[in-house]
């Protein structure tokens, strides 16, 4: 390989873009840049009392340009001209509706301001109504279309978004020609596609979220859609036959980002693939492990070799799809709808007061609120975190359930809701903090609990992300409630180092991408074994979470009967 062999990845995750230029033979960074999508930081187009979250593909193209106009800048002119490769990653479902040049409705004037013509982020759960049709309209068919994916449809998915969205809004109806993944778009831009029906469609999201299955020849038939809602026939003729895995070409640079960037015109541009599948390569994912890339949600991602998985079909998951992750090995896909967000939530409950009436007080300026503000909500998950370490471990301390979010796995069901018993007039914030951090381990637990039930063994734990690497107290509950032990992956930007090392695959400078994960990989430097003595509490406590969790959902399954009475 030329030594001066680098490529770009490129990761769009909820909240902003990263790009990370990476020399291809050491793995070393050479630049990198971050850009906050505006329109979502100032929380435009999202309803969260609804669960509406959308974001404009506009910021996904400003925040492309400028991360990868950063990241040039600072690596200089000789790498410049020595890019072979750009891959992206993005979150996912987080489909959008396009006319048939592949543009985004929201990229047209007339639909610049349309929440519905924009990308559906993968935590939009308008669709629950939709994809409980779906579940009830699968099991009229001989074939099981939903075998693939766990065995149930969620609402986070393509076919529910675009249903539901095909219903709200009859102008987008009129004019949404073809439904599109974030992934999958990003790579059409940057080749220059001009015809939707040539976008090169990743395995990835087309397995695991739009139905798509080699065994049964694709897409599910036309009668099993059109017979779910006459909205959607024609639609699957304007999709895809073809699926391609993301060590792949999608092509190469276009003319005009070429120009734009100042980059080589024959820089290949890989198959776009979800964050999590590509973080677990960046993480450099491990047969028997269950790598965890923890953010605002966490996706659990496996590999496993066809002889390991044989005729398996792991209920209650996010699908097991050939060649989502590694291709050769089957991808399996569990996570949480919510983690992160459970602490940001929880910080955000308690800054109600210096959020809303520090700005009304009489003693200080403007500008000290702001700067208080920040100072305060800045320090708050680390504050709670220290106070939460010093409390003593008892099996009698307050017990939540994480699903602030839904649940998404096991069993997908985004109408559940969170619950916490055990609170008392001498219960602390830090107490109740500390509640809902062992509820997202909990949560974490019963995901590998699924996975040993149903044949598949997790042996072990690694762990990626902003959560991972940031929170110290976090990761050793993970471990003592999992009672395994738990390995940080080096790298802050696993998922755009995972995209990185598809594009070097991609552009033919290694073979396989397994050669390129062990060429670029950055290693772990932490690793979190389970204490025994907490281990075992923990074990007990673990036990309530899922007692409790039962009598939630029972009861929310009563709440959602006798509705549907009423009505």
């Known amino acids: 390989m030329n030594k001066d062999a680098f490529v770009i990845g490129i990761d769009y995750g909820t909240d902003s873009v990263r790009g990370v230029i990476v020399n291809a033979n050491s793995g070393e960074e050479v630049s990198s840049s971050v850009f906050n999508y505006p329109r979502w930081r100032d929380k435009l187009y999202c309803r969260a009392e609804v669960n509406q979250f959308r974001q404009h593909p506009q910021d996904y193209v400003d925040g492309l340009e400028t991360v990868l106009k950063a990241a040039l800048a600072t690596a200089g002119g000789k790498v410049q001209k020595s890019i072979k490769g750009i891959s992206i990653d993005t979150t996912g479902s987080t489909p959008v509706a396009v006319d048939k040049h592949g543009v985004p409705l929201a990229l047209h004037s007339k639909y610049a301001e349309n929440p519905n013509a924009m990308f559906v982020l993968w935590k939009d759960h308008t669709a629950v109504k939709e994809a409980a049709e779906i579940n009830a309209h699968a099991r009229k068919f001989k074939t099981d279309y939903l075998q693939y994916v766990g065995g149930i449809y969620s609402s986070e998915w393509f076919w529910a978004k675009l249903l539901h969205i095909l219903r709200v809004d009859e102008q987008v109806r009129a004019d949404c020609y073809s439904w599109v993944e974030h992934c999958d778009w990003i790579p059409f831009l940057l080749t220059g596609g001009a015809d939707v029906s040539q976008m090169r469609r990743g395995v990835c999201s087309a397995g695991h979220k739009a139905l798509w299955a080699k065994a049964y020849g694709g897409l599910p038939p036309e009668e099993f859609f059109s017979g779910l809602d006459p909205l959607l026939a024609g639609i699957r003729a304007r999709l895809f036959n073809d699926t391609y895995t993301a060590s792949e070409s999608a092509g190469s640079l276009s003319t005009y980002w070429s120009e734009r960037l100042e980059l080589p015109k024959d820089v290949i541009v890989g198959v776009g693939a979800f964050d999590a599948h590509m973080g677990a390569v960046g993480g450099q994912i491990e047969r028997g492990f269950l790598s965890k890339v923890m953010g605002t949600s966490t996706c659990d991602m496996m590999i496993a070799s066809y002889e390991d998985i044989g005729s398996k079909l792991v209920r209650g998951i996010c699908g097991q799809v050939d060649g989502s992750v590694i291709p050769g090995m089957i991808g399996l896909e569990a996570g949480q709808s919510a983690f992160g967000d459970t602490y940001a939530w929880f910080r955000d409950l308690l800054s109600w007061p210096i959020d809303n009436l520090l700005s009304t007080s009489r003693w200080l ?145 290694y073979p396989r991408v397994e050669d390129a994960m062990s060429a670029m990989g950055q290693g772990f430097d932490m690793t979190f074994l389970p204490q025994l003595n907490a281990a075992s509490i923990y074990g007990r406590r673990y036990k309530k979470y899922m007692d409790l969790a039962s009598l939630v959902e029972g009861t929310q399954k009563e709440e959602v009967n006798l509705n549907t009475v009423s009505v």
């Open 365 to 509: 300026p403007p500008e000290a609120v702001e700067k208080l503000r920040a100072e305060v909500r800045g320090g708050l998950i680390r504050s709670l975190s220290d106070a939460a370490i010093a409390l003593p471990l008892s099996d009698d301390d307050p017990v939540a359930v994480d699903w602030l979010n839904g649940r998404r796995t096991p069993d997908a069901n985004q109408e559940l809701s969170a619950a916490i018993t055990g609170l008392t007039l001498g219960s602390s914030a830090p107490q109740i903090f500390k509640s809902w951090v062992e509820a997202t381990c909990y949560g974490a637990r019963a995901i590998v609990d699924r996975f040993n039930a149903e044949g598949v063994q997790v042996r072990g734990l690694i762990g990626m992300g902003g959560v991972a690497r940031k929170s110290p107290y976090i990761m050793q509950t993970m471990a003592n409630v999992m009672n395994m032990p738990i390995k940080i992956h080096r790298s802050e930007q696993s998922c755009a180092f995972g995209a990185a090392m598809f594009a070097a695959t991609a552009a033919g400078l």
